[in-house]
């Protein structure tokens, strides 16, 4: 049966995601989730819930899905025990040592690869697989086509996204919280930054292409489509973040139409919603990937602005009904100053108070409208109180059908059998049946007794009752032994034992002996030919133009004949080149900040690894004193210390939502929004990179770096000239040279997270 997969932020949503229909739920601790701002759950609130959800047959997964530290990692380990001992069914996790922990400590435990991870082809799923993992939660940007791919040949459960909010970056793997607003999206805590306006400019003549929200993701819908997709796993409904009416009427719709019942999916309009989007599941276009015209709640169109009277606002309705507590927004030209309002007062054409209107309604307002300015209903009062009546409704639960036998028997102890699926109870009370004296029990009277099975997961399906005629049984001994019945057959339902894999090693790795090298090298990136040409004829050895594979959707390279070594963003690509003669060097879209994830990538035959952006010169320490410590070898490391970093690399391309593909040949473009600009790079495969807006620079600090191997350089707008002049700096500086002067500048330069780990 495929799996149905909502979201919890809170215990609200926890128990409407259950009355909605969910097989399974995901929800965060109050450390390692990548929603920091849920409300999440402490320990001791799951050893209330998992049990109720248990009852229920509804799974309880945990999300671990942030990068750690090394000072982080014990910690995160003891987490991971303690949710074993409250039987969770699986931890979401991203760092790589999690999945390693959890496969070689625990049998009764399994770990599900994160969609951050990035796992987008049949090559990433199977490294992933060969760690341990026994689920992938795919990238979003995969393929239908490729999930079954996957799912076929590989012999692994897979999770893919059906609903909610979507990033723009590549699998949800984003640095512009992070390097502008120290609010790193990998620790659970982004700032929403493609939320925001932006103007797109054209450099060439510093012209305001667009003003609106071009980063903003519609969300995802995949409801006319799911059909087609009940091959898959789980199918997981985004929205940590969502109020209980948004989960539950969410999680009901899909539930309903994955048993195949009538539904209406226009609902799905009257919860949050950007707009919607099929997704990339569903092969959607990257250009219709975003609206562009508001970056939160849209609504959908109830009717339009037909009369203005100083401030009364005639409304005219398109068969809809606008009632007294309904939230409205009106859409007029200036997409800054959008009316957003809740109705408290409703008139009707007549000027009569009314509670609700159909065709003509009138309201005042003290804001400039204008005639057909449309309106759109962003809250629907009377659909959030149905949804509101059917979570409190307790009759409207799921029940499980359980069959019971009482045996009444004058003389006889009073027996009690109760059968659900394979489990099989039996009760036997202390009360023995006397025969009556003047009024006997009859079955309507038992029958009213044991159904009253009230806030417990059960229905009664059906009941025989061995009863001797002129029987007398007092009805409070008929309700004990329906409690203890139940709470016996909860109790065996609920155990489970934890099971060791006590003979192996949790981290039992071999990486790859290095040394720190004496003289550190110089690796460098660069964007055209022309510089890879020119640091080429500098004699710099180690180049990345050509020789790159980009995080998802990786287009491998089969002639490298020409390399002698990749610069690899996707785990794919470890399992691609497993046989062939070339160097792997892994960038920083692995998000390496600890010596185990370093240690992992080197067993699996990475020659060098880039450490992530988020990580500061003190963790840097120690990774390698630990890697040393544990492994007595060291690691052969790389870090990115000039250059623009990379915030978001995806899919969309700005330049075709506004229909001008191929402009990026022509000219520079950059976003800016109210304080910065940020250039964007385009990719030949119409993929983009947006760049920081100050350049990484951290060239003065590399003495201090005695335990990294390699430094690069990467290289976006800098002419010949300006390239020379930073190569020249920087080898004096690997070589040991006292240099006064500085190239850092504090208005153009930033140290990124150097001195200190972000949020």
């Excluded at 959030?384 to 009759?395: A, G």
Aim: a positive charge; charged letters at 25%; hydrophobic letters at 35%.
């Amino acid at each position: 049966m495929t799996e149905l997969l909502s979201p919890v932020g809170s215990l609200e949503t926890f128990y409407s995601a259950i009355k909605g229909g969910a097989n399974a739920v995901y929800l965060g601790l109050n450390k390692f989730s990548a929603r920091a701002y849920a409300n999440n759950f402490s320990l001791e609130d799951l050893k209330s819930i998992i049990p109720y959800a248990h009852l229920r047959n509804v799974k309880v997964f945990i999300t671990m899905n942030t990068i750690l530290y090394d000072n982080e990692l014990d910690e995160a380990f003891n987490f991971i025990d303690e949710l074993a001992k409250l039987n969770v069914d699986a931890i979401i996790v991203q760092d790589l040592s999690l999945i390693v922990y959890i496969a070689n400590k625990y049998k009764s435990l399994v770990a599900h690869a994160s969609t951050q991870i990035g796992v987008d082809d049949l090559h990433s799923a199977l490294v992933i697989k060969e760690l341990g993992c026994k689920r992938i939660v795919l990238a979003r940007e995969t393929s239908i086509e490729i999930i079954k791919e996957i799912k076929e040949k590989l012999n692994i459960e897979v999770e893919a996204f059906i609903h909610g909010a979507l990033c723009l970056s590549y699998s949800g793997n984003c640095l512009m919280s992070s390097m502008i607003g120290n609010r790193s999206g990998n620790r659970g805590r982004c700032a929403g930054c493609c939320r925001q306006l932006y103007s797109l400019i054209d450099q060439n003549n510093n012209k305001i292409i667009s003003r609106s929200y071009l980063l903003s993701m519609k969300d995802l819908n995949t409801s006319m489509y799911l059909s087609n997709l009940k091959f898959i796993d789980s199918l997981k409904i985004e929205g940590r973040m969502k109020e209980k009416e948004y989960v539950y009427a969410v999680t009901n719709i899909y539930h309903k139409l994955l048993n195949n019942e009538k539904v209406n999916i226009n609902d799905l309009d009257k919860v949050f919603n950007r707009t919607y989007t099929k997704g990339y599941i569903n092969h959607e276009l990257p250009k219709n990937i975003v609206n562009n015209l508001r970056p939160n709640n849209f609504g959908y169109l109830i009717g339009e602005v037909c009369k203005i009277n100083k401030n009364k606002i005639w409304i005219r309705l398109f068969c809809e009904f606008l009632s007294k507590g309904d939230q409205i927004r009106i859409e007029n030209n200036n997409i800054e100053k959008e009316i957003s309002i809740p109705i408290t007062k409703l008139f009707d054409a007549n000027f009569n108070l009314v509670d609700k209107v159909n065709k003509i309604a009138i309201i005042y307002l003290d804001k400039k409208v204008n005639i057909k300015d449309k309106v759109y209903k962003t809250k629907d009062i009377d659909f959030y109180n149905n949804v509101n009546d059917k979570i409190n409704n307790t009759s409207s639960e799921n029940k499980l059908n359980i069959n019971m036998r009482l045996y009444a028997l004058i003389n006889n102890n009073l027996k009690l059998d109760i059968e659900y699926l394979n489990y099989k109870i039996s009760i036997t009370s202390n009360y023995v049946i006397q025969k009556a004296i003047t009024s006997t029990i009859t079955k309507e009277n038992i029958v009213n007794q044991l159904k009253k099975l009230g806030d417990t997961p059960y229905s009664l399906n059906k009941l025989d009752i061995v009863l001797d005629d002129h029987s007398f049984i007092s009805l409070k001994a008929i309700n004990e032994l329906r409690r203890e019945a139940i709470n016996k057959l909860n109790k065996i339902r609920l155990k489970k034992d934890l099971i060791f894999n006590i003979d192996e090693k949790i981290f039992n790795f071999h990486p790859i002996k290095h040394n720190l090298l004496d003289k550190k090298e110089l690796t460098i990136e660069v964007s055209n030919l022309k510089q890879y040409e020119f640091v080429k004829s500098l004699g710099i050895k180690h180049v990345y133009y050509k020789n790159i594979i980009n995080r998802n959707n990786a287009k491998y390279l089969n002639e490298i004949d020409d390399f002698n070594e990749l610069l690899i963003n996707n785990l794919g690509s470890i399992s691609y080149y497993k046989n062939k003669n070339v160097n792997l060097v892994s960038d920083y879209s692995f998000n390496v900040t600890n010596y185990l994830t370093t240690a992992i990538l080197s067993t699996l035959n990475v020659n060098r690894i880039t450490l992530s952006h988020e990580i500061s010169l003190n963790s840097i320490n120690d990774l390698v004193n630990n890697y040393h410590k544990n492994f007595n070898t060291y690691p052969n490391l790389e870090l990115i210390i000039y250059g623009r970093v990379k915030l978001m690399h995806s899919k969309y391309c700005p330049l075709s939502k506004l229909n001008l593909c191929g402009e990026c040949k022509r000219s520079n473009f950059v976003l800016k929004d109210r304080f910065q600009s940020f250039p964007i790079k385009f990719n030949d495969d119409c993929t983009t990179f947006i760049l920081n807006s100050k350049k990484l620079n951290n060239i003065d600090y590399i003495p201090k770096l005695k335990n990294v191997n390699y430094f690069r350089l990467v290289f976006n707008d800098e002419s010949l000239e300006e390239i020379k002049k930073i190569i020249d700096y920087t080898l004096r500086k690997i070589n040991g040279e006292n240099i006064e002067l500085t190239m850092f500048n504090s208005d153009s330069d930033t140290h990124g997270h150097f001195f200190k780990n972000p949020l």
